[in-house]
């Protein structure tokens, strides 16, 4: 049913559900694939590479973040692939969704930004309003 799959991933505890919901799916629907995306907001990179000069670190960071999300898939069994977008998270996601066939998009409910706990995530709510494709918002 769902051959593409799009996993929104920040490291995050919510997002790490969202890959448990997303190998799931994958596993219930046989050929599906997983695009696990990852976004760096150039806000957010500013200030890592002022916190963190080497760049090599960052980048180690950001995939330290994935870690986990690998091993679950390749645990399962699943195919997935990983990809780093740049620019503000829920419009590049939106970007993705479009450009590449998404058939569903799997996102955490909140993300590693605390100032945003108040509400629905601000990028899971305009990945909902904005994908042409059905979104699963994990708690």
């Not at 799916?25 to 050929?31: E, L, P, Q, T």
């Not at 740049?86 to 100032?115: A, F, T």
């Amino acid at each position: 049913m769902y051959k593409r799959i799009l996993l929104a991933t920040d490291g995050s505890e919510h997002s790490k559900r969202a890959a448990e919901n997303a190998i799931h799916i994958a596993k219930c629907s046989k050929g599906s694939t997983i695009d696990v995306v990852y976004v760096v907001d150039a806000e957010k990179a500013k200030s890592d590479v002022l916190s963190n000069w080497n760049s090599v670190d960052i980048n180690d960071k950001r995939k330290e973040r994935m870690k986990d999300v690998e091993k679950q898939a390749i645990e399962a069994g699943v195919s997935f692939e990983i990809k780093i977008l740049h620019g503000e998270p829920g419009p590049s996601i939106v970007k993705y969704v479009s450009d590449n066939n998404i058939d569903i998009v799997v996102i955490g409910s909140r993300g590693l930004n605390g100032l945003q706990e108040f509400v629905l995530g601000s990028v899971s709510h305009k990945v909902a309003k904005r994908a042409n494709c059905p979104v699963l918002i994990v708690k």
